[in-house]
């Protein structure tokens, strides 16, 4: 079945130090979500990628949806501490009924 | 506020003990969703409501169900916990299955004893 792969696991980061997690998907996708779960919270929406090629920004954060649709990346400049929690990509298959594949998540750590 | 409220935040319960967890919207959206996520785990799909429509994944234990009695609110129910079970449990709602974003409430902690 679809998946989606999301590296690294865990990233550590000196305050103002540079951030990227990858996702990539084994099929092409729709859309792709970004998600963010502080901890001890819940996942908070952050944006969605649905064009090939597409860039989109918040801020100090770069989304990029690939090419092929199949992998995305999120980009955060110049980490600050309000940036600590773990980044879900969610890619929604072209096939299915619209069910979101999450990925491991990415766990940014960053250090005063 | 337009939002997901999961009650109780923390439940616990005896192995083999049912238990209900439950979710309400206010945003009067089609789609309710349950997740159950371990701890440093992506959240994993259990089951969907598209408005009365219940959509079952394939990997879902049998121990698991769910009701939706109307728009608002959905229940999960886990008929004998077994230790396996510990996890949050979060709900989440959409507009529509696709291209909408995904909201989600506080989540339950569920703890076994």
């Known amino acids: 079945g679809q998946q989606v792969m999301q590296i690294p696991q865990y990233q550590h980061v000196q305050e103002g130090e540079d951030f990227t997690t990858y996702c990539n998907s084994s099929?092409?996708?729709?859309?792709i979500q970004w998600y963010k779960q502080r901890p001890g919270g819940h996942p908070v929406f952050l944006i969605q990628?649905?064009?090939?090629?597409e860039v989109k920004k918040q801020k100090r954060l770069t989304f990029q949806f690939g090419e092929a649709k199949k992998n995305s990346s999120l980009h955060i400049t110049a980490t600050q501490t309000t940036d600590v929690g773990t980044y879900f990509c969610?890619?929604?298959?072209?096939?299915?009924?619209?069910?979101?594949?999450f990925g491991q998540g990415t766990t940014l750590q960053v250090k005063p | 506020d337009a939002m997901v409220i999961q009650n109780p935040r923390y439940q616990v319960t005896q192995f083999g003990k049912p238990v209900t967890l439950s979710c309400s919207q206010t945003?009067?959206?089609?789609?309710m969703y349950w997740y159950q996520q371990k701890s440093s785990q992506a959240p994993k799909l259990l089951f969907h409501?598209?408005?009365?429509?219940?959509?079952n994944e394939a990997d879902t234990p049998d121990n698991f169900q769910s009701r939706r009695p109307n728009t608002s609110f959905c229940f999960l129910d886990i008929r004998s916990p077994g230790l396996g079970d510990a996890a949050m449990y979060l709900c989440?709602?959409?507009?529509?299955?696709?291209?909408?974003?995904?909201?989600f409430g506080d989540g339950t902690r569920l703890s076994i004893l």
């Open positions: 409501y598209y408005d009365k429509d219940f959509n």
């Open positions: 989440a709602t959409s507009r529509e299955s696709s291209n909408q974003p995904q909201h």
């Open positions: 990628l649905v064009k090939s090629g």
């Open positions: 969610a890619g929604r298959g072209s096939s299915n009924t619209g069910k979101l594949i």
């Open positions: 099929t092409t996708l729709s859309n």
């Open positions: 945003l009067n959206h089609n789609v």
